[in-house]
């Protein structure tokens, strides 16, 4: 029985076509220096900003950062209030830079939940960069894994209802359009700064075989060197797809 767990199996390269990114660690970086956890996020913007042009300048197709989990809502108030007044400014002043440098900027999570001025502007943003070709960019927002398997569902079955009465007629090709990130093949490599090694609820059904990487490093910290050592990393990783190695020799 063929069943695979991919859309399409990728071929290697030294670079990954789609870079995803849990970028951890703000808050320790601050505390480290006797700062306000807020002091970590300022910093991680300016991480982010380098982020996205050593991408865009090494031939990465697709970078995806984590910013906001659906989880995140779980901090104190006026954390999670700094946040998203940092996301507006940051998507009101890094538009036109991020257009000019040829980034198209698509956010994914349940948006609803944000307030009407931010909804606003991330669409504003989106149409501004749309067509943008060098770099698709995707800022993950009160973005959850499994809220994107539910919401795919979702839609799937609204879309398709004469599958309720044929559940066996599901399978991942028949889900895998309604994925908030339908648009874009699967994470290649999945870097995790700040130390903790674990998924948070992140792309689970997209990086079934993605390439897992983490870093002590904090993300205030992380910087091109460190994103080439990153990718000096996944070079020398092998993926099989659950082939053999002979296999791929052979091929
Ligand atoms: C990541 O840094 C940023 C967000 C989750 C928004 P943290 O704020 O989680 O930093 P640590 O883990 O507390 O150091
Ligand atoms: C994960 O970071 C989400 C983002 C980076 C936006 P957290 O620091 O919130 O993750 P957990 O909850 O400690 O796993
Ligand atoms: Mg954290």
Redesign the pocket.
Known sequence: MQSSSTQIIPTSGSVPTHLAIV???????A?KRHLP?TA??LR?VQSVRRIIEACAELGVSYLTL????SE?WRRPAD?VSM?MRLFMKSLRKEMKNLSERGVCLRVVGELTAFNAELQELIAEAEAHTAGNKVLTLTIAANYGGRWDILQATRRMLAAHPELSAQPDLINEASLAPYLAMAYAPEPDLFIRT?G?QRISNFLIWQMAYTELYFTDT??PDFDSAALEQAFEWYKGRERRFGRTSAQLKQA
């Not at 970028?23 to 970086?29: A, F, V």
Request: charged residues 20%; proline residues 0%; aromatic residues 22%.
């Open positions: 970028m951890d660690g703000n808050g320790r970086w505390t956890r970590g996020h991680g984590f910013a906001f989990s995140n954390e946040l700040g903790e904090y993300w």
